[in-house]
């Protein structure tokens, strides 16, 4: 299949998924933002489908995690009738978004044979920072961006130190964890919410309250009555993977990064500059962590400085390596990366309709990540053989 049939057919293809999610949701096509992310979705997975490479070792990855995912959504259907209603659907579309964004991310940065341990508290720092500079005057979409700086600092930063001074990846990013989750406590005692910087700003700045709301709405579909009538993170998310997509599999810069994670050395020798082809990833995966810190605050309303984000390392990369990311790098794909992302949100909600206790989540999630690494090395092993 030529390159033109194959975008053709992929178009269709993300026409239709996009349309019946569309139409099982009850969503309208109008005003603006329903469009622009109608519009955004369809490219985003066009993008997808038409990158992606059918190899053996690929499909071999794909049909795992489609197996997994398929057992999931028909345990959720036959737990509850209503599983599959409007509002929870919305929900965990929408969260499947707000994790894929860290996932796209930390699948760049393992791809490429590093690793990411800060994710969770750089995703706290900036959902912390986000707030504390719009409390200073700072108007939402400064803010935002700012944020975005420091993620592109702090990648740079551990990108540097793994490169130039030569320290493991783990270590470094092990004491990342504890410093942004001490400078996040440190910069703010308390909570930090949107109703409090409305009030804060009501009388002073009367226009805060409408660039706060309307950039809420924009980026993860939560309306001014705390309504939420479109996942808008996952076409934010759909967006970003589509875009690593295109790196990945259809320009150079993927096929260094796919070189760097299966041989490092090699690589070296074949004329690749590994040092800032790695900086520039771990620049990446800070960046969208911070962008992940936002949305969170965005979609939550508040957040706390000891707790949010917590954890969000291990989701990240649990859902990478169940998408087909070999954790030993230079393997995988953005399609297996976005259906890795759902299978957590899924687990969640098939949890809270059974009634499983919280205390289950632990367990049921490195249960998860165990078997999807023995997979991985099952695959990696036959592939070898043949």
Known sequence: MNEKAKLGLAFVAAAAVVSGVWITAGLPYSPTPFLAWYAGGVVALTLLFATLELSKRNLQRLAGVTLLLSGLVAALGSSNPNAFGRSNLLDVLNRHGELGVICVGAALLIITGGIDLSIGSLVGLSAVAFGVLMENGIPPLVALVLV??????????????????RLQAFLVTLCGMFIYRGLARTICKGQTGMVSLMN?????????????????????GINPE??????????????????????LHRSAFGRYWYAIGYNEQAARYAGVNVWRH?????????????????????SAGSVS??????????????????????????????????????????????????KCPDEWIPWMIGLILLFGTIADEMIRRRSNKS
């Open 148 to 165: 975005l700086l420091l993620g592109v600092v702090v990648g740079i930063f551990h990108g540097l130190l793994v490169t130039q001074l």
């Open 200 to 220: 804060q700003h009501e009388a002073s700045w009367p226009g805060f309250a409408d660039q706060l709301l309307g950039l809420r709405f924009w980026l993860t």
């Open 226 to 247: 705390e309504r939420l009538v479109f996942p808008g993170q996952l076409i934010v998310m759909l967006l970003l993977a589509s875009v690593a997509a295109v790196f």
């Open 278 to 298: 790695r900086v520039s990833v771990f620049a990446i995966c800070s960046t969208l962590s911070a962008l992940a810190g936002v949305l969170l605050f965005l």
């Open 305 to 354: 400085p000891s707790s949010v984000g917590v954890e969000y390392e291990l989701y990240a990369i649990t859902a990478v390596v169940l998408g087909g990311v070999s954790l030993r790098g230079g393997e995988g794909t953005a399609v297996g990366v976005v259906l890795g992302a759902m299978v957590l949100p899924v687990v969640r909600t098939l949890m809270n309709f059974t």
